[in-house]
């Protein structure tokens, strides 16, 4: 891979180094403390469940629906976001509570665990931005690169972005069956298998929130299913607004394979950091993105206990700053704004001059060079 022009190989090296060493410090911190956040956010998720779906079947009123609606909708960002997308990344797997184990989890989504850690574990964090490697760069329904080549159907993506966004949950469950692959290298067999389980996932899913739950309200089926309809809803367009804007802001950088090729550890954490953007907030706001509001951190360590990036930010943040490298953060209306252009404009048959690692601009020089 490529490096930035005002490093070093020895410089990339050291980097790692200085990230390794703030990984290590805090895994091996792990203990009480980190137990008790889970088990906070898990008690105010179920809690969150059960009050709002008790409410959405106490009656028709305004208030009691609103309530119940936001609550729910609060039940599923916590399970989908804090808990959910962190358990099945093995950031409480040092616990051994079956609760939260990586292996067994089965989060409240129509994408079956299995899959999603595949595309999602696998496929996205190894190959993170990497054009044809990475198929969360635009989930294989958006342009979101210029070395993607333009095909006219591009024009509409704009469209297709929010409908991506209120029914994201749909896309993610298809998004491991890899389309593209079918009669090259994967058999209509193997999507036969993958579809069964999506199947059996979206079948159980649609039973809970849009048969069970709206029959035991009896004569308040119709409130309960618009509040469940909702509530997913919600959590869909909160998740797509999130994590887009961890990915595909307008100073987010794009690969080939080429520059991953023979990564070294070093050269791993700069293409996760300049492939990833942050976003500010407070720590309400951060806890309801999974603390995916700091993906740069969570790109670095995608196994670290999410509640962390809050404390290693700054100092990653400074390890960025003394080695002259952009550190992409800012609040959600900006970022956001940033996810939009690039949409819009990505939809354009036009291309702009690609660049290479080592070609792209740095914030600042180098103050790391003064010291040594």
């Known amino acids: 891979m490529s490096r930035p022009t005002h490093l070093t190989d020895a410089d990339v090296a050291e980097f790692g180094r200085e990230l390794d060493a703030i990984r290590d410090e805090v895994m091996n ?17 179920r809690g969150s469940e059960v009050a709002g779906r008790a409410l959405l079947m106490a009656g028709i009123l305004p208030p009691a629906w609103l309530a119940g609606t936001a609550l729910l909708s609060l039940s599923k960002i916590l399970e989908n976001m804090e808990i959910g997308h962190n358990v099945m990344h093995g950031q409480w797997d040092w616990m051994n509570d079956p609760a939260l184990d990586s292996g067994t989890y089965e989060w409240d989504n129509t994408c079956p665990s299995s899959q999603w850690k595949h595309s999602h574990n696998y496929m996205h964090h190894t190959f993170t931005n990497i054009v044809d490697l990475d198929r969360d760069l635009g989930y294989s329904v958006l342009r979101m690169s210029e070395d993607q080549e333009w095909e006219p159907r591009f024009i509409v993506q704009p469209g297709i972005a929010m409908v991506l966004a209120a029914y994201f949950q749909w896309g993610v469950a298809l998004h491991d069956l890899e389309w593209e692959r079918i009669g090259k290298d994967k058999t209509w067999s193997e999507v036969g298998t993958q579809a069964s389980q999506i199947w059996a996932k979206v079948r159980k899913q649609l039973l809970k929130d849009y048969v069970l739950f709206p029959v035991l309200a009896g004569p308040m089926a119709p409130v309960v299913l618009t509040g469940n309809y909702t509530a997913n ?58 603390h995916l509001s700091y993906q740069i951190e969570h790109h670095l ?19 960025c700053e003394r080695y002259g490298l952009n550190y992409n953060t800012g609040p959600l209306s900006s970022q956001f704004g940033g996810v939009v252009k690039r949409i819009l404009r990505m939809s354009l048959p036009h291309r702009r001059k690609a660049t290479t690692l080592s070609d792209r601009s ?11």
């Open 301 to 319: 360590y995608p196994d670290m206990p999410s509640h962390r990036y809050r404390e290693v930010a700054p100092r990653v943040k400074a390890i």
């Open 29 to 45: 911190d792990l203990g009480e403390r980190d137990a008790r956040y889970i088990h906070n956010v898990l008690r105010t998720q």
């Open 362 to 372: 740095t914030v600042n020089a180098p103050v790391y060079a003064e010291a040594a």
């Open 233 to 290: 809803l919600t959590r869909n367009i909160w998740s797509f607004m999130i994590i887009f804007c961890g990915h595909f802001t307008d100073e987010v950088e794009m690969f080939d394979e080429a520059e991953a090729t023979n990564e070294t550890r070093g050269q791993w954490y700069l293409r996760q950091l300049l492939g990833s953007s942050n976003l500010t907030g407070s720590v309400p706001f951060h806890i309801l993105s999974g």
